[in-house]
């Protein structure tokens, strides 16, 4: 049993010195940007190589971990303190990340429109090939190439779309216990779907796809398990391999486009459970007047759809 406590209570000790630790690894970062920006300056000295091998392995590192909590800790107590803060914290959020969504739904626009011109240079004018030259330039690519990369369109959807579908009410969800309870359970059990379930999980997908990012990016090869001086040791041999297999002989070789994706998907979902948590523990406080409070929603004029949302 004093084993047990023992275990607690150094794990309990661990979990706040980390906390202490990263405002010293947040304030060493912003003061010594060239220790992890370097690289984007010309890549050519072994220094300039160990600043991107810093940036893989913190990118996904216990002590990134912990500064973005603490971020969010001291945030979740400005809004505490605050409501005229936390309201315009959310409000601020809700706008950014509905607006990338909404500027992201165009890509099935653009989707639907390229399809029908592949369909018409290739079934009517018998276009092997495509060539776009804006100022001068000229960007030539197979058709076969245009058909694939309308994967990506339908990526960013996916992606860049999921925390303004989350705003809107748009996601579904499990209402058999939800939809009986009153206002506070309610909010009660949207805070903690936001901390037990969505972060674990964005958390979960990031250590996954960073480095599944930078295999397709850098060679050699990085890994999770390699400790930061072991990294540091491949400096001299680092070099840039973009990834640019396609599935076909002219496809689209540009699938690296989706791993960036999956990164931007976990930052926005991630930010929007932050939001999320912040405005389920304002309206909590200030009672069931307050639900959709400053809630940016779309009006979609056409009365059965909106009453579909409403459902969802």
């Given at each position: ?49 160990e600043s991107l091998l810093r940036v893989v392995y913190y990118g996904a590192s216990v002590e990134f971990l912990f500064v973005v909590l603490t971020v969010f800790a001291l ?90 579908t989350f705003i809107q009410g748009g996601h579904v969800r499990v209402d058999l216990v939800y939809s009986a309870v009153g206002h506070r359970a309610k909010r009660a059990i ?123």
């Amino acid at each position: 049993m004093l084993d047990i406590f023992a275990a607690i209570g150094s794990g309990i000790a661990w979990i706040a010195s980390q906390f202490v630790l990263a405002f010293y690894n947040l304030g060493y970062a912003i003061t010594h940007p060239a220790s992890w920006l370097a690289w984007t300056r010309a890549f050519e000295t072994p220094e300039d190589k160990e600043s991107l091998l810093r940036v893989v392995y913190y990118g996904a590192s216990v002590e990134f971990l912990f500064v973005v909590l603490t971020v969010f800790a001291l945030l979740t107590i400005g809004v505490g303190l605050s409501r005229g803060f936390g309201w315009s914290l959310v409000r601020g959020s809700e706008f950014a990340l509905n607006w990338l969504g909404r500027i992201a739904a165009w890509a099935g626009l653009l989707m639907v429109l390229q399809q029908v011109m592949i369909v018409f240079l290739q079934r009517i004018f018998r276009v092997s090939e495509i060539s776009i030259g804006p100022l001068g330039t000229s960007f030539t690519r197979d058709l076969s190439w245009y058909s694939e990369e309308l994967k990506l369109y339908n990526a960013m959807i996916v992606c860049l779309c999921v925390a303004w579908t989350f705003i809107q009410g748009g996601h579904v969800r499990v209402d058999l216990v939800y939809s009986a309870v009153g206002h506070r359970a309610k909010r009660a059990i949207d805070m903690a779907g936001a901390i037990v379930f969505m972060m674990p999980a964005l958390v979960l997908i990031w250590l996954y796809s960073w480095f599944f990012f930078w295999r397709s990016m850098i060679t050699p090869a990085t890994s999770a398990s390699d400790p930061l001086d072991r990294m540091l040791m491949k400096a001299r041999a680092v070099r840039w391999n973009v990834e640019t297999i396609s599935f076909s002989p002219n496809g689209f070789d540009a699938y690296f486009l989706f791993k960036v994706l999956i990164l931007a998907f976990v930052v926005t979902a991630f930010a929007q459970a932050c939001v999320f948590f912040w405005r389920s523990w304002l309206e909590l406080r200030e009672g069931e007047m307050s639900a959709g409070r400053f809630l940016d929603r779309d009006v979609l004029g056409d009365e059965t759809a909106e009453r579909a949302a409403e459902i969802h």
